[in-house]
């Protein structure tokens, strides 16, 4: 019988079905961090617990941590208790932990896949709803809920029941100037917030194949925000080549074995879905949100859609969300000056996306009215900037260059944009106050942020390359 990618590995997971009920799914690694884990932790203390599988979790210090003056105690005592909370935790339940200071910190969706942790054909879990960004490496990777991540700790294992199955085709060649970020933007804004939901979906498709791994990942990562339970696609020598050599990574025999079964692992041919989308990747342009959800999105050269084109139930929700964020209906987005220009976050915080926006801003200066934060994703990528020179030429142009973590992606630490400013941000959320109270976000790539930061104002990144 002919399978998809997504039931392969599922097969593979169940341990029990239970009649007309969800299934006993085995979790293969567990990734935990300072937010969610402390009441999954004190969960298991009061039933007497341990850890069930302790080698099958990593834990991490990232949303509550600051990005300056790491070397320092941190400032908002919340935070300082979360990540101190962690400590303790860990040491407590054997739990490997890279914290503050560790050569392996960062966000945890970017030490994974870059340590070789994540891998084709595991099941993996966080609780942190982007953990779908593991999916670009064939995982079923999801994010859950606090007493989700104790049911894991106490059993490695959940109860799950199986998603529909949806498949997005991206086919041929993207247009200069558009890259990952613009991909599932365009998909967001064409299938709403919410057109994915009940849904594990696989990106295929030429333009998916021909994507860099960390393209993959950026893609995967927002699967989550048109509502789908996870996103993946397909491994292949993109996927193995990133991989091999990685300090988790098999090695020797192990890694031959290894590679044979993964290989194995792409949808069949006749593999049948619920649904399936086609998109043409000619069709994309560089995009940016006006709204305070992901899918309010438009290319570079459209507008805020009048209020005729609303359907008349929406547009309730329609204005509040134009109110909030300044705007007016049929207003052009693009020269609108920008006051916070944020590059991060675990959807473009990885080398190559630091590599790209250092190549286009070698020789150049920000605007005068336009404050710009570049924060790497893990103490590897940050290690690397500084080995390649790209945190000179972040210096050179204005750029402040700070150190890992989730940082201006959401107000949970000390790096906030303050009320009524405009971000233009590399993150995956444009929620009302999602950057800090009364903030108002724009999503974008990662060379549209570096553009705008140039500019001062919404540019099409196309007329600057």
Known sequence: MSKTLFEKIWDRHVVKTIDGGPSVFYIDRHFIHEVTSPQAFKGLQQRELPVFRPK????????????????????????????????????????????????????????????????????????????????????????????????????????????????????????????????????????????????????????????????????????????????????????????????????????????????????????????????????????????????????????????????????????????????QPGEQIKGKKVDYVFIGSCTNSRIEDLRMVASFVKGKKKADNVEVWVVPGSKQVEKQAMEEGIHQVFAEAGFMLRQPGCSACLGMNEDKIPAGKYCISTSNRNFEGRQGPGARTMLASPLMAAAAAITGKITDVRELI
């Open 56 to 327: 099958r979790v990593v834990a991490t210090a990232d949303h509550n941590v600051p990005t300056i003056n790491q070397h320092l105690p941190i400032k908002e005592e919340l935070s300082r208790l979360q990540v101190e909370q962690l400590k303790k935790n860990c040491a407590a339940f054997g739990v490997e932990l890279y914290g503050l200071g560790h050569p392996y910190q960062g966000i945890v969706h970017v030490i994974g896949p870059e340590l070789g942790i994540t891998q084709p054909g595991m099941t993996i879990v966080c609780g942190d709803s982007h953990t779908s960004t593991h999916g670009a490496f064939g995982t079923i990777a999801f994010g859950i809920g606090t007493s989700e991540v104790e049911m894991v700790l106490a059993t490695q294992c959940l109860m799950q029941a199986k998603p529909k199955l949806m498949r997005i085709n991206v086919e041929g060649n993207l247009n200069k100037g558009v890259y990952a970020k613009d991909i599932i933007l365009y998909i967001i804004s064409k299938i709403s917030a919410s057109g994915a939901t009940g849904y594990a979906v696989e990106y295929a498709g030429s333009a998916i194949r021909n994507l860099s791994m960390e393209a993959r990942m950026t893609i995967c990562n927002m699967s989550i925000e048109m509502g789908a339970r996870c996103g993946m696609i397909a491994p292949d020598d993109t996927t193995f080549n990133y991989i091999k050599g990685r300090e988790f990574a098999p090695k020797a025999d192990a890694w031959e074995k290894a590679l044979a079964d993964w290989k194995t692992l792409k949808s069949d041919a006749d593999a049948v879905f619920d649904h399936e989308l086609h998109i043409r990747a000619e069709d994309i342009e560089p995009m940016i949100t006006y709204g305070t959800n992901p899918g309010m999105g438009t290319g570079i050269t459209g507008h805020v859609p009048a209020l005729n084109e609303i359907d008349e139930r929406e547009r309730p929700s329609f204005e509040k969300s134009l109110n909030y964020m300044g705007l």
